[in-house]
């Protein structure tokens, strides 16, 4: 966990910088007693946030979906979906039996840009959804809360899913975009192609691309382990 500590600042400015930058969904996420503990955080100046990282390992990525899978279909294909598309949980909520139905591609346009994107359904995502579609009525959400008629589960649900996972597997830095980075990260694994990833994630420039799936973090750790002040042929 990263710390924010500003000693030096006053504690009008303290609680306007941190609630402007974490508090909203900090407290979507953990609840009216989350919300308190935030606000003393704040006066004491120090708050934790956690990062949010990709499942690097691909064992740990195929280990989570089989814990999911044990556990609950939906949930499972969640997981699937999430890493197969590299969407935003917010456009994956959305999503009906009628959208990928006898589907090759899913059409979106994303909350958070606005544009209009197709995105392909994998050939291994493909069985999974076709699996778990069948009985299902068209108009059902694709990820259908149990508590609701017909309304999705919520990004917090989402959340709850993952962490619960992550804690199984003792993943701390896991939430929601966890499947977009996972997604990302793996494709430049297998790819190398940073600039198709830009595209695809719609990010403004590759710099960010490759902070955000973890690749310049990942290169910074190995850069650090490799350094030495051992003469050459000296032990």
Known sequence: MSPFMSPFMSLKCRLHVCYTMYSQNYIKRQGAAGGRRFFHAVKR?????????????MDVVLD???????????????????????LRISDILKFRVRDVKDKDAVYIRE???????????????????????RGKKDFEFLFKSPNMPNKAISRQQAYNILAGAGKAFGISSIGTHTLRKTFGYHMYQQTHDAVTIKEILNHADISVTLRYIGINQDNKDKAIKGLSFKKRGHR
Request: proline letters at 5%; glycine letters at 6%.
């Open 64 to 86: 989570v979906a089989d814990y999911l899978k044990a556990r609950n279909e939906r949930d499972y294909v969640l997981f699937m979906f999430g890493i197969y598309t590299g």
């Open 111 to 133: 909350k958070k840009t606005g544009k209009e994107k197709r995105f392909p359904i994998n050939a291994e995502l493909k069985p999974i959804i076709e699996n778990y579609i």
């Open 45 to 57: 100046g120090v708050f934790f946030l956690n990062t949010v990282e990709p499942i690097r390992d």
